[in-house]
């Protein structure tokens, strides 16, 4: 609803220029026509600055004044700028206004926001993705180094293999090279992160030998090289506080499956549920989950 001070200026301009004439008393001076646009004074000097809309008149002290016919073209540099239209698209078009221009600068427009509108959801899925995996991890009430079973669906990742000994920097290092593969398929890994220990490599004397970083796919892209499927199925898992070069229970949990009559059927996912950042006291572990795909043995 319109203040009601702007309701009485905008009769008194309305008054004063239905009178006619053509002295500088019925013109509209800066002020005036910024009231009658809803903008400050400062856009209206800035906008003759770059020569996008001028005044038809200053007089000896430099006060711009606009004539009634100008509202119009004003209106519009508002409403273009207002959906966004960036000031220089705006003044080449004023320029060259016709119903072609208007009608392809606007369809230019509409696609380009059509891509931010999808880039938005895309941050939005992100985002969802992100506090699920938080609000799972808030939610765990399983003991620490208990074994159990679970079902996980089909995942959809992306695989980049270490190429140092492992150690912390190797992660660190090592999943910024998957989170710069992801950033040009303009994806973030907000669906979590880990570590694949290849099944054929387990009890050897180089169990990290083809482990590498995974980070689980928001959405595929055919494009993306790097990619593998981590099965739908049963997984002996535990939770730990622990990086994935910290065997221990990784070792245990594996004389776990044997001992209770399973067999394992596929690669070991140490999966990072809260990175260091989440510790004040400890930041050199993460909380994580070992997942190793069983099958029962009959």
């Given at each position: 609803m319109i203040e009601e001070t702007v309701k009485v200026r905008l009769r008194k301009i309305y008054k004063r220029l239905c009178r006619?004439?053509?002295h500088v008393g019925d013109y509209l001076s800066i002020s005036e026509m910024a009231s009658v646009h809803s903008i400050s004074r400062q856009t209206l000097i800035y906008y003759d600055k770059i020569e996008l809309f001028k005044p038809v008149h200053i007089d000896e002290h430099g006060y711009r004044y606009y004539s009634a016919v100008q509202i119009p073209f004003l209106r519009e540099i508002c409403f273009l700028k207002s959906i966004g239209i960036k000031l220089n698209d705006i003044k080449h078009?004023?320029?060259?206004?016709?119903?072609?221009?208007a009608m392809s600068l606007l369809e230019f427009h509409q696609e380009f926001i059509d891509k931010e509108i999808n880039s938005l959801m895309n941050i939005r899925?992100?985002?969802?993705?992100?506090?699920?995996?938080?609000s799972e991890a808030k939610n765990i009430k399983c003991e620490l180094d208990k074994p159990i079973i679970e079902e996980f669906p089909e995942r959809n990742v992306l695989f980049i293999p270490f190429e140092n000994e492992l150690c912390r920097e190797e992660l660190h290092l090592t999943l910024m090279k998957a989170w710069t593969v992801l950033s040009k398929h303009e994806m973030l890994p907000s669906e979590g992160f880990g570590t694949v220990i290849l099944k054929d490599k387990l009890g050897t004397d180089d169990i990290f030998e083809g482990a590498g970083i995974y980070t689980s796919l928001p959405f595929t892209d055919p494009d993306m090289d790097n990619m593998?499927?981590?099965?739908?199925?049963?997984?002996?898992?535990?939770?730990?506080?622990?990086?994935?070069?910290?065997i221990e229970i990784l070792n245990k949990l594996v004389q776990w499956i044997s001992e209770n009559h399973y067999r394992i059927v596929g690669d070991v996912?140490?999966?990072?549920?809260?990175?260091?950042?989440?510790?004040?006291n400890d930041n050199s572990v993460d909380f994580c989950q070992l997942q190793i795909p069983v099958e029962k043995i009959t």
């Open positions: 006619g004439g053509t078009h004023i320029g060259n206004r016709n119903l072609s221009t899925t992100f985002i969802q993705q992100r506090l699920m995996k938080y593998m499927t981590l099965p739908a199925g049963q997984y002996a898992c535990v939770y730990k506080y622990g990086m994935p070069y910290n996912i140490d999966a990072c549920l809260l990175d260091t950042t989440f510790y004040e």
